[in-house]
C-alpha cells in the first residue's frame, strides 16, 4: 500500500452562515456542498458562492451530468439543479447512517458510515447491487478514473484512500493533517479532489497523488 501525508492545495470558507459541511459534488463547472438545510454552490476558482438550493442535506451529494442526488436521513432526494425541484425519492439504504454518496457507471454509491461499508444501488429503486466492506467509518466516496476512493474519519484520524472495488483492499492512503478531517469528498475528474471539512464550514481541494 502507498502511503503519504495529503497535499493541501486550497482551503475555501468558511462559508458564511454554514457550521457544518456534509456531502460535497462536482457538476464540471462548480462545487456544491451540504450544508444541513441548503445545497451550496461556489466557483472553485474564485471561491465565491454561487447560489443556494433550501432542500434537506444532511450528508453526501453526488451529480450524474444532469441531476443532483441528496442525502435526507433515510432517503435520497433527485433535484433539478436548474430549478431546486424535488424529482423523485428513493430509500437510502443504511435508513440514516448513510454518509457519502456519488454517481458511477449508471449507478449510486453510498458510504455506511459506522458500518464500515459502501453500496452499489439502483437510482431508480433504491436495490443493492454489490456491498465493499472497509475497515474504518466510511465518510465520502468518489470515482475517478476507474479508482473507488473514500473518506474515512474514526476518532482523531481522518484519511482518504483508494480501495480495490472488488475486494476492498487499501491500495493507497493520504493522511490528513491532525485536527482536520474528511466528511464530503470528490473528484474534480483530474488531480484534485474536493474534500468537506465536518464542523467549521469549510471545503479543502487535496491533490490526488498519480
Known amino acids: 500500500m502507498k502511503h503519504s501525508a495529503a497535499e493541501i492545495l486550497r482551503e475555501y470558507g468558511p462559508f458564511p452562515g454554514v457550521e457544518r459541511v456534509h456531502g460535497v459534488s462536482f457538476d464540471g463547472n462548480n462545487v456544491w456542498f451540504a450544508s444541513g438545510d441548503k445545497l451550496i454552490a461556489f466557483d472553485p476558482a474564485s471561491g465565491e458562492t454561487l447560489r443556494s438550493i433550501d432542500v434537506a442535506a444532511h450528508a453526501g451529494t453526488a451529480y450524474d451530468g444532469r441531476h443532483l442526488f441528496q442525502l435526507a436521513k433515510d432517503r435520497i ?32 454509491w453510498v458510504g455506511q458510515n459506522r458500518d464500515r461499508k459502501i453500496h452499489q444501488i439502483d437510482p431508480e429503486t ?72 465536518g464542523p467549521g464550514g469549510m471545503v479543502r481541494a487535496v491533490r490526488r497523488p498519480k
Open 77 to 108: 432526494q433527485k433535484i433539478d439543479p436548474d430549478t431546486g425541484q424535488v424529482l423523485a425519492t428513493i430509500p437510502a439504504p443504511g435508513g440514516g447512517g448513510d454518509s457519502g454518496l456519488t454517481w458511477a457507471e449508471g449507478t449510486l
Open 126 to 197: 433504491g436495490a443493492i447491487l454489490r456491498t465493499i466492506e472497509s475497515n474504518r467509518f466510511v465518510t465520502g466516496v468518489t470515482w475517478v478514473d476507474g479508482e473507488l476512493w473514500h473518506g474515512t474519519w474514526e476518532g482523531d484520524h481522518s484519511d482518504v484512500r483508494r480501495v480495490d472495488p472488488q475486494t476492498g483492499e487499501v491500495l493507497q492512503r493520504l493522511d490528513m493533517p491532525a485536527g482536520t478531517g474528511v466528511s464530503g469528498l470528490e473528484s474534480d475528474g483530474g488531480d484534485c479532489f474536493f474534500c468537506g471539512s
